[in-house]
């Protein structure tokens, strides 16, 4: 078989001497990259002119290219994109041989950011794609693209207005603008519901323990249950051929219960933002919180596998502004932690099955969690100790035996910044 030459990549568009324009003013008028609030509502603005040529929109250090064909977008790219999200697309359309076919091939491997449509085109040119599935594939890594522009703000572009650059596949018919545009402000909305616990369909959800996988009734979940070693939410639903939004609101409500916690996406698509709450909740939020702070409770978790330390820190923190919960099991801590979502933890670091240290690094790794502070309480006073605390994410150090001042001058501490 011929392997695929690496150096056949994409060419840079912003190196060509096409001249970059506002899709609303003439070529003379403007050669430079332009600033943009709504990267949706620029693609509306580009529909209506009905013009032919090449969108690139820029975010840090993230791009999009959008090629545009009068009202309908023939092929889309993000900098972020890979051979592998290649290979799970072509997963979800059962086209094994095509990723044999990319898995055979040495300049593949030694070149994984080889320009997508490039790709796509050699594996039809070689037999392994037919022209529907090449369309079918081109169209997955197009609104693969697209869906983080309904996340964004505050971007720039560039248009390319009838631009020679061409890109090496196209979807047939394409998709209409304003479809796709009213598409992606349906599946925001839909993602909105899920905020409080997923923020990202590039996050990567976990089991707590193997006990949760086994008493599962779910078939999917049994299934995704033998998957979840560390692969996003969007590999998890190509691979068993679902939706991302159905398979978050089947994972949201074990997400919610502690018994699945999801971890930050990987990079590159740690680069991205997170998806962006609903434009309306800051002015309740704002009202709602001026509320609370005049009759606020704060929840406190103890984990100590010391009923007696237990009862002593209840006793100690009896207070009409602390909530106390107990919890004398380390290995239901977890679960336990993310249902309760306490504003300070206080924890033991010599436990049984799973210790302190352990138990703070799993914390750490969870969005519901990781910035809620952690106080190690323990009779362990060296600096190793102490050092070692830090480094799992622990915010301070409460050495036993303690006076009621010293646990109180501490947890203040900590829950008064948390109010700021």
Known sequence: MNKYNANNSQANVRNTQHQAINPNQTSSENNHALS??????????????????????????????????????????????????????????????????????????????TAIDRIIDWLYNKGFLNANQRSQVSERVTREALEPLSWLSDVTYQWYNNTSQEPAVSINKGIEIQTIASQLQ??????????????????????????????????????????????????????????????????????????????????????????????????????ESSTQTKTATYKIACVDDSPTILQQIQQLLVNEKYEVTQIDNPVE?????????????????????????KLCSLLRNSNALANVPIIMVTSRSGMIDKVRAKTVGATDYLTKPFTKSNLLTIVEKYLSQEQR
Not at 340 to 357: Q, T, W
Request: some cysteine; proline content about 5%; charged content about 20%.
């Open 186 to 287: 349906t599946r925001l909305q839909s993602w909105q519901q899920f905020l409080d616990e997923i923020q990202s369909p590039y996050q990567r959800p976990y089991f707590f323990s193997a006990g949760t996988k086994q008493n599962l009734n779910n078939s999917v979940l049994v299934k995704l249950g033998k998957l979840m070693r560390g692969l996003s939410l969007h590999q998890l639903a190509s691979i068993i051929k679902q939706d991302e939004i159905k398979l978050a609101r089947l994972l949201y409500p074990y997400i919610q219960n502690g018994d699945i916690f999801v971890r930050d996406p990987k990079p590159p698509w740690n680069q991205l933002p997170n998806i962006p709450s609903l434009a309306t909740s800051s002015q309740s939020n704002q009202s």
């Open 36 to 113: 943009c609030h709504d990267p949706v509502k620029l693609l509306k603005t580009i529909s209506n002119r009905e013009g032919n040529g090449l969108l690139e929109i820029y975010q840090q250090d993230i791009h999009w290219k959008i090629y545009l064909e009068e009202t309908r977008i023939k092929y889309a790219s993000l900098s972020l994109q890979s051979l592998d999200e290649l290979k799970y697309h072509l997963r979800y359309l059962g086209c094994n041989n095509a990723i044999e076919a990319m898995n055979a091939a040495k300049a593949l491997e030694d070149n994984n950011q």
């Open 333 to 357: 801590a977890a679960s336990k932690l993310f249902r309760l979502k306490p504003d300070l933890v206080l924890m033991d670091i010599s436990m049984p099955e799973i210790n302190g240290y």
